[in-house]
C-alpha cells in the first residue's frame, strides 16, 4: 500500500513538470469547480439594482469566454434574475432574457435577496472526485514517461526564459522610445493650448467690445425716441391750451349752435382695440385715422369706437396692417403715445356712422 501511493506521488511530480510544455488538460471535475448554473425556481427570483456609475454595463450572452454583447442597462435601474453561475471567485447572475451580469455591478443591499441563489451557486461550485481506482493506477504506469518528459520541459522552460529576457528588454527599448515621442506630443499640445486660449481671449475681448458698441448705439436710440416724444407731448399740450384760450374768448351768445341733424349709425360689434403714434414710426398721416381689415372697413369708412374704459372716439379709416389678415376683428388706432391707455390693448363697440 505504501509503495502505491509513493508511485502515484511521484506520479504527480511528474505531470506538474509536463504542464510547462504541453497544454493544460482540465477534467471534468476541474470545470465544475471554476463554474457552476444553478437554476431557481420561480419562489426564488429575485431582483438587483445597477450600481455601475461609469457608463452602461453591459449584458453578456454568456459568463464565460467567448460571449457577445447582448444589450446595455444604465445605472439604478432594477433587473431581475434566475440563475446564477460562479466562474472562478465570481458569481454571475442570469436575467431573465438570458443574459448575464457580474456580481460586481449590482447593489450591495439588493444583493442579500439573492443569497439563495448565492448559495446554490456555491453549494455547486464545490469540487468532486472524479479520479477512479483505474484511473490512479493508469497514472502509476505512465510515471517513468512523465519524468522524462519533465527534463525535456525543463529545457524547453530555460530556453523560453531566455527569448522572454530578450523580448523583456526589447519592450523596455521600445517603451523609452515611446516616452520620448509622447514628451514631445505633450509639448506640443501644450504649445497649442496656449495658442488656443491667446486667440480665444482675444475673440472674448473683440465680442465684448462689439457687445459693448451695441448697447450705446440702442441707448442713443431710446433717448432720441424719448426726445420725439417729448417733443409730441409739448406740441399737443400747446394744441390744447390754444383751443381752451379760444373757447374762453368767444361770447356766451356765440355757444348757441344750431342743431345738426343727428348721425345714424350701424352697430359692427365688439373689436379688440389696439393703439399706435404714427409720428415714432415716422408717418405724417396725424391721429384721425385708424388702421382696419379694409375688407371688413374700406378706406374713408367713419367709425365711433366706444372703448372699454369709457371713452369714445371718431375715427376714418385711413390704414391697414398685418394684424388684419389674421384678426379682421381688430383695429388699430392713431393716437399720441402719451394718451394711448396703459392696458395697452381693450375692447370696443363699433358702429359705421352714416
Known sequence: ??????????????????????????????????????????????????????????????????????????????????????????????????????????????????????????????????????????????????????????????????????????A???????????????????AASVQAAAESAANQQAQQQAAEQAQQAQQAQQQQ???????????????????QQQAVSQPVAQTTQTSQPTQSATNKGTFKISFYDPAVLGSNMGYSGVAANLSVFPKGTVLRITMSNGRTLTRTVNDTGSFAAGNPNQLDVAMPSGQIPAAGILSATVEVLQ
Open 225 to 243: 425716441v424719448q426726445q420725439q416724444q417729448a417733443q409730441q407731448a409739448a406740441a399737443q399740450q400747446k394744441q390744447q391750451q390754444q383751443v
Open 1 to 170: 500500500m505504501k509503495k502505491l501511493l509513493s508511485t502515484v506521488l511521484f506520479s504527480a511530480v511528474a505531470l506538474s513538470a509536463v504542464a510547462l510544455s504541453k497544454p493544460s488538460h482540465v477534467s471534468a471535475a476541474t470545470k465544475n469547480t471554476e463554474t457552476a448554473t444553478v437554476s431557481a425556481p420561480a419562489s426564488d427570483k429575485t431582483e438587483a439594482d445597477v450600481t455601475y456609475n461609469g457608463g452602461a454595463t453591459t449584458v453578456w450572452t454568456s459568463p464565460t469566454a467567448g460571449q457577445q454583447v447582448k444589450r446595455y442597462v444604465t445605472t439604478g435601474e432594477h433587473v431581475k434574475f434566475v440563475n446564477s453561475k460562479k466562474v472562478f471567485a465570481e458569481i454571475w447572475y442570469e436575467t431573465e432574457d438570458h443574459g448575464w451580469i457580474p456580481e460586481r455591478y449590482l447593489s450591495i443591499n439588493t444583493l442579500q435577496q439573492l443569497a439563495p441563489l448565492t448559495k446554490k451557486a456555491d453549494a455547486a461550485a464545490a469540487p468532486t472526485q472524479t479520479t477512479s481506482p483505474a484511473e490512479q493506477a493508469a497514472q502509476a504506469a505512465t510515471a517513468s514517461a512523465n519524468a522524462q518528459a519533465a527534463s525535456s520541459a525543463a529545457a524547453q522552460s530555460a530556453a523560453a526564459s531566455a527569448a522572454a529576457q530578450s523580448a523583456a528588454e526589447s
Open 172 to 190: 523596455a527599448a521600445q517603451s523609452a522610445a515611446a516616452q520620448s515621442a509622447a514628451a514631445q506630443s505633450a509639448a506640443a499640445e501644450s
